[in-house]
């Protein structure tokens, strides 16, 4: 009878063997890898490697499977070749503490009271491993909506639901309209009375058990209302591996300037951003989070 132990231990010695020959075939060392996987914000030591090339041991938890994505990128091979060889584990590993992206103490109160009228846990048991936010500017130059598609992962017990927010820190708005693109529904919504926190309870099509992902994607558009905005972005409370924020202006609405956010615990730190004749931007960021990534833009000079 084969035990669950046997399995993990094929599992890594599959891993082992293909990563053998991914790394004689792309021609590079443990060292080089190790370098570049430190470039996109995975840190692994090069004894850990060594494990996961010689079989010794094989990767597990969340961080330890954003590394092996990576390294599948950058050995040339298909999307999850390396990472379907494992097999089930029901491990995440050590994953930091969800940490709230934006540092407002009062904002923080209000987002704790949309998870408290949703039903759900604050902090949220999820987190997004991979995300990509997309953002439509109108010919008036303020966002029309905003369509963001996510791979969520459950990193403790199994969970049924996620809350996605709408926040607007400073500016009090009417309630966006959010809806479920796909992945499954909207089961409840909220709207803080300081107008400034929006919310919906995204109910997943089946029940996600740790350490398990799911792609959900879901949509917001501002009714006719809503304050003009001339903003976009995308907030995380644990490190995402991939966050991907890309906004789209309307060829009569390009703005005459951009300008980058990006807050972490460290600080926030400002950036000019020149379209140079497009008419979208698109920032990156690799192993972010916790944290906000945004954009502004704005017409005439910069006040």
Sequence with gaps: MKTEKDGREAGAEAVAGALRDAINARGVTLSWLQEQLRARGNTVSMATLSYWRSGARRPEGAQSLAALADIEDLLGLEER??????GRSNRTGPIASAQFPIDEIELERAVMDAYSALGATYPDTSRELTTHSVTDVGADGSVLGCTTRSIVQSTSGTITATPFLEINPGVSTPAPMITAVSGGRIAAWYSHPNGEVHGALFELEVPL??????????????????????????????QCRELLVWTRFHPDALPDWCEEHEQTPSGTVVRPIALDG??????????FGPGALELRWGYGPRG
Excluded: K, M
């Design 81 to 86: 070749a390396l990472t379907r060889l494992l």
């Design 209 to 238: 058990t740790a350490p398990n992902t799911t792609v959900v994607e879901w949509a917001v558009a501002y009714p006719p209302d809503h304050p003009p905005t001339h903003d976009t972005g995308h907030a995380v409370d644990r």
């Design 278 to 287: 497009a008419t979208s931007v698109h920032q990156v960021r690799r192993g």
